[in-house]
């Protein structure tokens, strides 16, 4: 999902980092505002980006100008809300550029755009959507399927910059998603049994949190792991 440095022609590279500037100021309202709110709670939003920035730090090489890798965003959009992870994703994203040379600088906003904005709005969305499956599975396909919709994300990205000489648009998207699906399809699935484990870690030692935030009742806790039966 990494786009490289350089890699998008500078019109494209502007347009992506344009979109994502107001979701980031946003984001750091609420994050403020939690913080605010539960100041026991920046502990595990500390750790929420630590998450994602190990996971997706985890590069394998993919499509000529991008890589495939676990997204982490799953978690921490669950936890505070996507637009939190707006930000959280852009620091890690940041520091993996200047640190990793994972991704750049001028592609920042396209990488932004796909793995902090599309992946947490795409996990919460779909993880209140699935509640009525029970938290295992709601916390499992948020995670693995926001990471695919991500990738969706940046084969868009890349087919727009880079339409083929024949068949233009379509044509380079369904290239680039094929690619992608070689790699990103079993590691979606990775994340999203591993996202599982560290809600289930959360959910035993770090349970005030999640009531909270409304994850849990005030009843004695309930592993993901054994919370398919709430839905049934």
Excluded: C
């Amino acid at each position: 999902m990494h786009i490289a440095e350089g890699f998008l022609p500078p019109a494209w590279a502007a347009i992506w980092l344009v979109a994502v500037v107001p979701l980031f100021l946003f984001g750091l309202r609420s994050i403020a505002r939690q913080a605010r709110e539960s100041p026991q709670s920046k502990i595990t939003l500390g750790m929420s980006g630590a998450f994602a920035f190990v996971l997706s730090a985890l590069k394998l090489p993919s499509v000529t100008g991008s890589s495939s890798h676990p997204t982490g965003v799953a978690l921490g959009a669950i936890l505070f809300g996507p637009t939190a992870m707006v930000v959280l994703g852009t620091i890690v994203l940041l520091f993996q550029a200047i640190l990793l040379a994972h991704g750049g600088l001028t592609t920042l906003g396209a990488n932004v755009f796909s793995m902090a904005v599309v992946g947490p709005f795409a996990a919460y969305g779909l993880f209140r959507a699935l509640r009525g499956l029970g938290l295992a599975w709601a916390v499992f396909l948020a995670a693995a399927l926001s990471n695919w919709l991500s990738y969706v994300t940046t084969a868009l990205q890349l087919a727009l910059a880079w339409p083929a000489a024949t068949g233009g648009f379509a044509e380079s998207f369904i290239k680039f998603l094929g690619i992608f699906a070689i790699t990103q399809v079993p590691l979606a699935i990775g994340e999203g049994i591993l996202t599982v484990v560290v809600f289930n870690l959360l959910v035993e030692h770090n349970r005030d949190v999640l009531v909270e935030r409304g994850l849990l009742p005030v009843a004695a806790p309930t592993p993901a792991t054994g919370a398919a039966a709430e839905g049934s």
